[in-house]
């Protein structure tokens, strides 16, 4: 499949992954990609501050496929906090602003006098140079995209890497002099100043954006921060991850009951049995039929986890309700937020069944957190109904074991848990179900059902064409459009579904999937004909950003 490009380089700040972005940059030792969350007692820790970059999470993904536990803080947090966390590194990352913005965030000087190693990129470096008496400009040419970089003394953060290498660079600010003590290692041909190191205090800053994959030796550059400079050990794998949460679960439910929201999906499933090996029978998953789901799912669900993992399994039908709670709602908010209270209202219902269970498990990601507005200066882009649609007076204090990790982390912990690579692999699949996928208009059973057939239709023919394992995900969407066609001589008013492709790393950015023109063809036709209430058929070729994955 091709390769992941997924660009925003609006007001200065960029994210773009590749399918196997950093899967050979960190060969010398074994780069376990999978993070404790958190609460856990991680000796090694680097700190990244977000200075309100949409994607200053993709610094803290990269320094974890080096075996590195990273943590994302607010730009705004204090020294004495920081202390307190005793990290071995910090990173000040990109971000939206000019630094000369009024109300621009700003960099705290205690945080440079920690005594631990700091790399300023992008905004950050341009930051890090204003406070020590650098020269920052305003440029009259932006410098947006692949650029050259010219290194004239790779000093001891460049070392090793070509004279000249590409680049990603995402600002308008430019840096004209380095800060007194700090040697200028490179320029590019719009900035006079692309890279800086003052080595005896151990303070660094890039101007060009090393997390993407656009910049070829930007994993090397954070390595080498990470590994010669920080000195950290990249000790951290899948099974610290599992030891640390059974830990922090044990710690915290004692001998009270829990109660899991499983869906079936790898996120629930993996946070299941990362909390059923924490506290065993305390924990019982409850699995609700909304009748959002796919074709014949709900049953592979109950029989995956009642019979192979031999979980405690409660299977509610509950098609009815969440169709009531749904008729008539349109906006997408809406429907999450009716879907992610009644889920609440089910989990309540069961719970008093279940001798007072007090802990709700849900598999909640750090992707979800950031689309839900949960990082700072980060705009809510939709509200996940794990994580923006739960009502507030909700009678459990939620476990989220899985809050700090990325999806391909995730899977990662599945494996080792022994999660069936079926499921591990499995691809994601929204909360909230179909009804985010009707779009438009309120999510009928008619509806549903057409949808649900289109979706089976084109999961068979993508298995069939050996595509399932290299797509983030595919699935219909079913708008709230009829349109005119000729079906059998006659004249049609028919509705239409969209195929929507993805290839992605982590789903922070994705790009559509260039499926072979003869399968669309097959996929089409075979909804079409078998499926009465629709006449056309269209393809989605949008990327993320702009757009998200889903619809809605």
């Excluded at 977000?50 to 705004?76: K, N, T, W």
């Excluded at 009716?338 to 008093?352: K, L, P």
């Excluded at 009804?435 to 649900?452: M, S």
């Excluded at 064409?465 to 219909?476: K, M, N, P, V």
């Amino acid at each position: 499949m091709a390769e992941v490009a997924s660009l925003a380089t609006g007001g200065g700040e960029i994210a773009a992954t590749g399918k196997d972005a950093g899967s050979d940059v960190c060969s010398a030792h074994e780069r376990p990609r999978t993070p404790p969350g958190a609460g856990d007692l991680a000796s090694e820790t680097v700190v990244v501050l977000d200075f309100g970059g949409q994607y200053s999470q993709l610094i803290a993904r990269r320094v974890r496929e080096c075996g590195v536990f990273s943590e994302l803080l607010p730009h705004d947090t204090g020294a004495e906090s920081l202390r307190a966390r005793a990290p071995k590194g910090l990173i000040l990352s990109g971000g939206p602003a000019s630094v000369y913005a009024p109300g621009a965030p700003a960099l705290d000087r205690e945080l440079l006098e920690l005594g631990i190693p700091v790399l300023g990129i992008c905004y950050g470096m341009q930051l890090l140079v204003m406070e020590l008496g650098g020269q920052v400009e305003a440029a009259e040419i932006g410098e947006f995209g692949r650029s050259q970089l010219t290194v004239s003394q790779p000093g001891r953060l460049l070392a090793g890497l070509p004279s000249e290498q590409a680049c990603w660079m995402s600002h308008r600010d430019i840096v004209l002099r380095g800060p007194p003590g700090f040697a200028e290692l490179a320029a590019s041909s719009a900035s006079p100043v692309a890279a800086v190191e003052d080595e005896g205090r151990g303070l660094y800053g890039i101007q060009f954006h090393p997390e993407v994959v656009h910049t070829p030796y930007g994993q090397q550059i954070l390595e080498t921060f990470l590994r010669d400079v920080c000195e950290c050990t990249a000790t951290w794998t899948p099974t610290n991850f599992i030891e640390d949460q059974v830990a922090a679960i044990r710690a915290r439910v004692g001998e009270g009951r829990v109660i899991c929201g499983l869906s079936g999906g790898v996120d629930s499933s993996v946070a299941a049995l990362l909390v059923h090996r924490a506290v065993g029978d305390q924990l019982t998953c409850v699995f609700v039929d909304h009748g959002l789901m796919r074709k014949d799912e709900g049953q592979q669900v109950i029989s995956a986890f009642a019979d192979h993992f031999k979980v405690d399994l409660v299977a509610v039908d509950a098609e009815r309700r969440f169709l009531e709670r749904l008729a008539g709602l349109t906006d997408p908010e809406a429907k999450r937020k009716a879907i992610g209270g009644e889920f609440i209202r089910v989990f309540e219902e069961q719970a008093a069944q279940l001798d007072g269970a007090r802990y709700l498990v849900q598999g909640t990601l750090y992707s979800d957190v950031i689309e839900s507005g949960g990082s700072t200066g980060a705009d809510t882009i939709k509200s996940h109904h794990n994580v923006g649609g739960l009502p507030e007076d909700m009678d459990f204090e939620l476990i989220e074991p899985l809050r700090a990790l990325f999806k391909d982390e995730v899977r990662r912990v599945g494996s080792e848990l022994g999660l069936p690579e079926r499921l591990v692999w499995r691809q994601p699949f929204p909360g909230p179900g179909l009804a985010i996928r009707v779009v438009g208009g309120p999510a009928t059973k008619e509806k549903l059902d057409t949808l649900r057939e289109a979706d089976a239709i084109l999961q068979d023919e993508i298995r069939q064409a050996g595509l399932y394992g290299e797509l983030w995900q595919s699935f219909c969407v079913l708008p709230d459009v009829r349109t005119v066609g000729v079906q059998g001589d006659g004249r049609s008013y028919g509705q239409l579904i969209a195929i929507r492709a993805v290839t992605s790393d982590d789903a922070m950015t994705a790009d559509w999937a260039r499926l072979p023109y003869d399968l669309l063809e097959q996929i089409a036709s075979r909804m079409i004909n078998e499926l009465r209430e629709v006449n056309r058929v269209v393809l989605d070729i949008t990327s993320k950003p702009p757009g998200t994955i889903e619809w809605e």
